[in-house]
Every structure is written in structure tokens, then in C-alpha cells.
Nanobody, 121 residues
Framework: QLQASGGGLVQAGGSLRLSCVAS????????MGWFRQAPGKEREFVAA????????YYADSVKGRFTISRDNAKNTMYLQMNSLKPEDTAVYYC????????????????WGQGTQVTVSS
């Protein structure tokens, strides 16, 4: 029901745009977010957005470099990632939740399959 895509290999300083397409149900009442997980590390919050209100939330490590947005007509959420750093390397997951805090992975009701982002130095 959530399909993430857009990952790849990019040099430090480069950009990527991730997409998360929602299908199979309406996510109009859901907040949605991006998390990432590097090898040997826990899944960490990256950014989130309310589906209807357009409020956004960012981890301090990506503020000013990443931008989350959504296109309700296409049931799609995006993560524009600029000025990428090697420490941004991880599998990126999109998720959706009805209630609770967007900052905690355990609060999410649905997850996409993940897309690999690799930033070379």
C-alpha cells in the first residue's frame, strides 16, 4: 500500500528525490513520514508531513537540506534531498500513521518496502 522509490548512488553534495506512492486505501487522514536505517543502527526519523494540513517536521540532521512535500491528487509524498553527505547513506522507508507522534517508528501503522540511498565521499 506504500511504495517507496527514487534511491540510488550519488556523490557527496548531490541530490536525490524519493517518492512514496500510496495505494489501496485513502490516506487522507494520515500523517506520513520518512525514516532511514543504516547498517547496524536503529531506524531513525527523517521528516514527516500532515496529509491535509501541510505541516512539516524534520530531524535536526537534515534541516535545511531535505524538503518533504506531498501531492494529494497523486497520493504521493516526496523527499527532496540536497547537499547529501556520506552519513545520509541508509535504506529510506516511508510510513503512515493516524495518531501518535510522527517522530517514533513504533507509532506508524503502515510502511513501504524501503529504498537504498548511498552517498559516496
Amino acid at each position: 500500500q506504500l511504495q517507496a522509490s527514487g534511491g540510488g548512488l550519488v556523490q557527496a553534495g548531490g541530490s536525490l528525490r524519493l517518492s512514496c506512492v500510496a495505494s489501496g486505501r485513502t490516506f487522507g487522514n494520515y500523517k506520513m513520514g520518512w525514516f532511514r536505517q543504516a547498517p547496524g543502527k536503529e531506524r531513525e526519523f527523517v521528516a514527516a508531513i500532515t496529509w491535509t494540513g501541510g505541516s512539516t517536521y524534520y530531524a535536526d540532521s537534515v534541516k535545511g537540506r531535505f524538503t518533504i512535500s506531498r501531492d494529494n491528487a497523486k497520493n504521493t509524498m516526496y523527499l527532496q534531498m540536497n547537499s547529501l553527505k556520506p552519513e545520509d547513506t541508509a535504506v529510506y522507508y516511508c510510513g503512515a500513521l493516524v495518531g501518535g507522534s510522527v517522530y517514533y517508528a513504533t507509532q506508524y501503522d503502515y510502511w513501504g518496502q524501503g529504498t537504498q540511498v548511498t552517498v559516496s565521499s
